[in-house]
């Protein structure tokens, strides 16, 4: 097979950035992305937690960097995407995991937990998008990958304000995947189901909360940061050049049972 005929998962000379690198589905996409030869950004709440990280994708030949990024407060955004411009002189992709769902029925919502919720899933993931979408735009090319949720799609009870959020999440891609397309930018997200993290794993280590979710997954098993880590290499990829505007479901089938 010639070149030309093989897809490519090459990400030598890409530089990504991730947010929520620290753990969880975030840490997964930044070693993955790093295994297929990006150059990292890795976003964490204050840069000395994401030391370790560093210390590892650099063990793997590769350059990365650790940068403070608050979604709650936008100044470290931009402030941790100008740090990385000046690092690396380019962001090629952009991946936005950072993503909180507390759990309220909705008659118990505060309008504390409401404005959270949206400012840290809607709010910080726009104008996370928009700081480095201005960059993109800039050198006419750049993927940005949304971590959405089956929640988007599925209803999941006592978390209707988070399945609000990632719904919008879904919505967002596609505004942002139509209006950027002549720069050159895809836009697409990612939905999981529950995969196993640390931030599952309390609630996962019910036995009955896990036969219930198992109910609802076809193929039969929890997923693994892996199975996630895997779809953003894909989104971030040549392989993946024509693909803008889509929401990847990871859900093991719970969407279509």
């Known amino acids: 097979m010639t070149a030309s005929t093989t897809p490519s998962f090459d990400l030598t000379g890409k530089v990504v950035l991730v947010t929520g690198a620290s ?5 997964a996409a930044a070693l ?3 295994g297929a030869g990006a150059d990292l950004v890795v976003g964490v709440r204050k840069a000395a937690d994401g ?4 210390a590892e994708i650099e063990k793997r030949g590769r350059r990365a960097l650790a940068v403070g990024m608050d979604l709650s407060d936008l ?3 931009r402030s941790a995407v100008s740090a990385a411009h000046d690092r690396f002189g380019r962001i090629d992709v952009l991946v936005n995991n950072v993503g909180i769902g507390p759990m309220n029925l909705a008659v118990d919502v505060t309008e504390e937990d409401f404005d959270y919720t949206v400012d840290i899933n809607l709010k910080g993931t726009f104008f996370t998008t928009q700081t480095v979408g ?3 735009i800039a050198q006419k ?8 949720s089956q929640a988007g799609t599925v209803t999941l009870r006592a978390e209707s304000i988070y399945c609000m959020s990632k719904a919008a999440i879904n919505h967002l891609t596609r505004c942002l995947a139509a209006e950027w397309a002549e720069h ?4 697409n997200s990612i939905a999981p189901t529950f995969i196993h993290t640390d931030g599952t794993k309390p609630a996962l280590s019910d036995p009955a909360f896990h036969r219930q979710v198992l109910n609802h997954i076809p193929l039969g098993r929890i997923g693994d940061p892996i199975d996630v880590a895997g ?7 040549p392989a993946a050049a024509l693909i803008t505007g889509a929401n990847i479901l990871v859900d093991g089938g719970w969407s279509v049972a």
């Open 75 to 77: 100044s470290t955004v």
């Open 23 to 27: 753990r969880g589905l975030g840490r």
């Open 231 to 237: 779809t953003v290499v894909f989104l971030a990829s």
């Open 134 to 136: 201005k960059l993109m």
């Open 184 to 187: 050159g930018i895809t836009v």
């Open 141 to 148: 090319s750049g993927r940005i990958i949304n971590m959405s």
């Open 32 to 34: 993955a992305c790093a």
């Open 51 to 54: 030391e370790e990280l560093v």
